[in-house]
């Protein structure tokens, strides 16, 4: 059964970088059925799309962080990563890796169990 | 873009119905499929709905889904509630290079 982990340090000073890795097990990321996501929810908030990316590295980035946001895959681990650079205190949340259908319609079919990351100094 | 707005709570008895709406913002409902996510307290989000109204294998037939063109809106309806189904719902939809959540709506199962 496909499985989803994300990884990555739990606290980023403000204006560093946060970067993030979703280990996929019990399946292969190399699917063109598929596509990849990053996926975060503010403490007590919604669910907000940072963006998505294929194993060929096709990405599509949120309209609203697409500045800060770079996705990249490693077949070879079978890991997809996420950077988000000059993070603030607005980028603290709980960050989720999850897969998408994009057969018919796109959709999140299934999710990483999240990690929790922290802007502070 | 558009905006999907959800109420944000509603609350039901236990064996009663249910229906929390999705109102998109601008373009058609219909331009794009509807899904929904439940979202129970200290877990991960799952799908319940797909395409507007399809249950993926597993969820219960008590959940469906549907949309309404005249209010531009989708729905998901939950039938003879469950203590269990007390979560916090999500509607979601899509462009070519956007995805849209709705802000959620916390259902309260008393």
């Known amino acids: 059964q496909l499985q989803l982990q994300e990884s990555g340090p739990g606290l980023v000073k403000p204006s560093e970088t946060l970067s993030l890795t979703c280990t996929v097990s019990?399946?292969?990321?190399?699917?063109?059925?598929?596509?990849w996501a990053w996926i975060r929810q503010s403490p007590g908030k919604g669910l907000e799309w940072i963006g998505s990316i294929s194993y060929s590295e096709s990405t599509y980035y949120s309209p609203s962080l697409w500045s800060r946001v770079t996705m990249s895959v490693d077949t070879s681990k079978n890991q997809f990563s996420l950077k988000l650079t000059s993070v603030t205190a607005g980028d603290t949340a709980l960050y989720y890796c999850?897969?998408?259908?994009?057969?018919?319609?796109?959709?999140?079919?299934?999710w990483g169990r999240g990690t929790l990351v922290s802007v502070s100094s | 873009n558009f905006v999907l707005t959800q109420p944000h709570s509603v609350s039901e008895s236990p064996g009663k119905t249910v229906t929390i709406s999705c109102t998109r913002s601008s373009g058609s409902i219909a331009s794009n499929y509807v899904q929904w996510y439940q979202q129970r307290p200290g877990s991960s989000p799952t799908n319940v709905i797909y395409?507007?109204?399809?249950?993926p294998s597993g969820v219960p037939e008590r959940f469906s889904g549907s949309t309404d063109r005249s209010s531009n809106s989708a729905s998901l309806t939950i039938s003879g509630l469950k203590t269990e189904d007390e979560a916090d719902y999500y509607c979601?939809?899509?462009?070519?290079?956007?995805?849209?959540f709705g802000g959620g709506t916390k259902l309260t199962v008393l």
């Open positions: 019990g399946g292969s990321i190399n699917s063109g059925s598929y596509f």
């Open positions: 999850a897969r998408e259908q994009q057969l018919v319609s796109w959709y999140f079919d299934l």
């Open positions: 979601q939809s899509y462009t070519s290079n956007n995805r849209v």
């Open positions: 395409e507007d109204n399809q249950r």
